[in-house]
């Protein structure tokens, strides 16, 4: 059980947020829609880097990188300390928007194994070149019951 916990809690920080808390964010604004990755956009299309207060190992920082692109795709992806990434869907509606990414994990059997899967879920808010907001990070371990792990991000526009 010790060995399970301490992956676990390594997965956790790791995933930890990614968000993203999270806020999202990777993989760059679309060519057809340059001003969405401009200062000042009132869009999320772009790429955010992004910190988490306490998602990082030990409670230290996290900072990932996140991006939203047209057709609401999402990607994130940790960096300091380094991580998976993280895919999925996101949606705006105002100022405010949403986020759903998944990533997984290999499992200790080999090949073909099933491992660890996580689910980041992500609630945000956009002012200018900033975002924030909060997030829900859930590690589904095969097995076990699910466990959460909840936080606040805090990220700015990353210019082409």
């Known amino acids: 059980?010790?060995?399970?916990?301490?992956?676990?809690?390594?997965?956790?920080?790791?995933?930890?947020?990614?968000?993203?808390?999270?806020?999202?964010?990777?993989v760059g604004a679309l060519a057809a829609q340059p001003a969405a990755a401009s200062s000042g956009?009132?869009?999320?299309?772009?790429?955010w880097l992004v910190e988490v207060p306490a998602g990082g190992p030990e409670g230290g920082p996290l900072v990932t990188v996140g991006s939203f692109a047209g057709g609401g795709v999402a990607i994130t992806h940790d960096i300091s300390p380094a991580g998976p990434p993280f895919t999925g869907s996101w949606a705006q509606n105002g100022n405010r928007w949403r986020a759903t990414l998944w990533s997984g994990f290999p499992g200790e059997g080999g090949p073909g194994?099933?491992?660890?899967?996580?689910?980041?879920?992500?609630?945000?808010?956009?002012?200018?070149?900033?975002?924030?907001?909060?997030?829900?990070?859930?590690?589904?371990?095969?097995?076990?019951?699910?466990?959460?792990?909840?936080?606040?991000?805090?990220?700015?526009r990353i210019e082409a």
């Open 1 to 26: 059980m010790g060995e399970n916990t301490i992956d676990r809690r390594r997965l956790l920080h790791r995933a930890g947020a990614a968000a993203g808390g999270a806020a999202v964010v990777g």
């Open 113 to 156: 194994s099933v491992g660890p899967t996580a689910r980041l879920r992500l609630r945000g808010e956009l002012k200018g070149d900033r975002i924030r907001g909060t997030f829900t990070f859930t590690l589904f371990v095969p097995g076990q019951d699910p466990s959460d792990q909840t936080g606040t991000f805090s990220g700015r």
């Open 41 to 47: 956009s009132k869009r999320l299309e772009g790429s």
